[in-house]
């Protein structure tokens, strides 16, 4: 299902998993709830119907729908990465923290988030199965690497690794596949880790939150790994040399949208820009030297 962030087509994907206990995975931002229960309305989902809601990780637009989504649907079980159950359940420090990165942006485009009970939050651990159907759940795989609180679910029936951002931001109206390395958890080792992780189910497909269904699965997380190497060894060169970041990476990589319309390139700006990658790099850089340099003078 299209969220429509900010009203733009094919940016953020939320997915409804049919079954006997039908399961929605991503809730979008909050600004995008009317356009998701709309179309769960046109699906035929009722407000008793849907057992569960997944959201991959707790950034604002794949989690700040959930409060409201729950309210709606009030006997669906929230099911969270455990280190962002809490967020859920009391979203004042994540929306502050949010406010501060987003400015205006987060009202005008995202959204806030309302928090959900905590009697409804279900943590889910790493290869635990949310039950969809008598042959068919969606078993968790703690991924992170774009966000410490992110996981993919592997659906058993047809294959498909839901990847949230971990496999990065592939917009269909821009074409090309880019890492998403924001702050503040970002860390190279463990978002390749995943990726590995993620080989190793040998899934069908794969099903991006930005945006869409991906055939050729091994060969796009093969792809993935080499591209973040890429942003990475640039960022680091760029880091050891005292350059900006930001503009290494717009040198080597912005030619890859030559001729992409403008409003394209504007959707991807937003989504998976090149400051916000390179602010995600530049901390996982300075915080893997503070760590080795502590560990170097330690006993």
Known sequence: MDTLLGGWERVTAGYLIEGDAPVLVETGSQSSV?????????????????????????????AGGVGDVARAFPKATVYVHPKGARHLADPTRLVDSAARVYGPLLDSLYGRLDPTPAERIHVLE?????????????????????????MALHDTLSGVLFAGDAVGVKLPDAGVLRPSTPPPDFDLASALSSLGRFIDRRPTGLALAHYGLL?????????????????????????RDGRDIAAALAAEFE?????????????????????????????????????????????
């Open 255 to 299: 030619s890859d949208l030559d001729g992409v319309p403008e409003i394209h390139r504007e959707k991807l700006e937003v989504m998976n820009g090149v400051h916000s990658n390179a602010a995600g790099l530049h901390r996982w850089l300075s915080t893997r030297d503070a760590a080795s340099s502590s560990g170097a003078e330690g006993p």
């Open 126 to 150: 790493d290869g635990e199965a949310v039950p969809v159907s008598s042959n068919r759940s969606l078993i968790a795989v703690d991924s992170p690497g774009h966000a410490k609180h992110h």
């Open 34 to 62: 009317p356009v998701l229960l709309d179309q769960l309305e046109k699906l035929g989902v009722g407000a008793s119907d849907l057992a569960g809601v997944v959201v991959t990780h707790i950034h604002l637009d794949h």
């Open 215 to 239: 055939a050729d699965p091994l060969d796009v997380l093969d792809e993935a790994g080499g591209t973040l190497r890429k942003w990475a060894d640039v960022a680091e060169s760029a880091f």
